[in-house]
């Protein structure tokens, strides 16, 4: 069992920047891939990027390749998202999930968080 919870939101400006934070309890959180998710008003849940438990892999969204990274920390029970240059369309309530495989899918993953509010104004 992996309980999930996310910090880090809140309003900016366009361009700026956001970290997010994922803090994991349970002792399996290092063999889980972990990931982010984001869903806006009005649309479906979105892949947004994922890592492999070793961090040696990792898989971003074509939307978001080159400003976001994800990092994690497995001492800490800690996966990051940092977001630079950030739109108004990145505008979305972001949930960590894990899983085992590295996937895109949200039905590969079975824990989530219950969310962070990400605003971008224009």
């Known amino acids: 069992q992996v309980q999930l919870v996310e910090s880090g939101g809140g309003l900016v400006q366009a361009g700026g920047s956001l970290r997010l934070s994922c803090a994991a309890s349970?002792?399996?959180?290092?063999?889980?891939?972990m990931a982010w998710f984001r869903q806006a008003p009005g649309k479906e849940r979105e892949f947004v990027v994922a890592?492999?438990?070793?961090?040696?892999?990792?898989l971003y969204a074509d939307s978001v390749k080159g400003r976001f990274t994800i990092s994690r920390d497995n001492a800490k029970n800690t996966v990051y998202l940092q977001m630079n240059s950030l739109k108004p369309e990145d505008t979305a309530v972001y949930y960590c999930?894990?899983?085992?495989?590295?996937?895109?899918?949200?039905?590969?993953?079975?824990?989530w968080g219950q969310g962070t509010q990400v605003t971008v104004s224009s």
């Open positions: 349970g002792r399996t959180f290092s063999s889980y891939t």
């Open positions: 999930a894990a899983a085992g495989p590295l996937s895109t899918v949200t039905s590969a993953y079975n824990y």
């Open positions: 890592i492999t438990w070793s961090g040696g892999s990792t």
